[in-house]
């Protein structure tokens, strides 16, 4: 089981054991309710836990540990960007009715915005500006972005979809990459329809 799942586990076994008993499990109750092989790996993943915000504890006192209750957002992941050169999306470049799953993410992560949605990130175009292949965007939608910001935006005539950072031109945008390996992208004004920019990063994360 990866690491994560670990501690997603030892949350749902806390929250559990207050619903049922009104008290906090100790480690050893983790451990077997977990079936976690010792308690110092049970106290590794409280310590990260901990250390997240999603616990606190007093080490002095006895079935001490509690839930950091959090706001929780409910994020439709819609699909997937492209970060890279521009991938055809359907329906006319629009993520509507296309959610493949639910991201349940805390308001510290997302803010408060209103109409938020997530998109699984193709490519290594922004990899300079730590978006990398695999990533989550999380973004705000929204057609209005200043010069700089990183936007989802369509392309009209070639019917494609990139994730890039907007510089308006004389007569023309530029769609920039955040990668001194490509190129930035050309279009006229008219040819271009912002759907969002990017308000948080979710890292792809190796065990």
Known sequence: MRKPEIRERILEYIRRSFDEKGYAPTVRDIMRGCNISSTSLVQYHLNILEREGQIRRD????????LVEKDII???????IAAGEPIPVVDSGTWTNRVEETLRLTTDVVGKKGDIYAL????????DALINDGDIVIMEATQSVADGETAAVWLKNEQEVTLKKIY??????RLQPANSEMKSIYTRPENI???GKVVAVLRRLED
């Open 59 to 66: 080490p002095e006192v006895f079935r001490s540990i509690q």
């Open 74 to 80: 409910e994020v439709p992941l819609l699909g997937t």
């Open 168 to 173: 308006r031109e004389p007569r023309r945008i």
């Open 120 to 127: 699984k990130v193709k490519g290594t175009s922004m990899l």
């Open 193 to 195: 329809e912002v759907q």
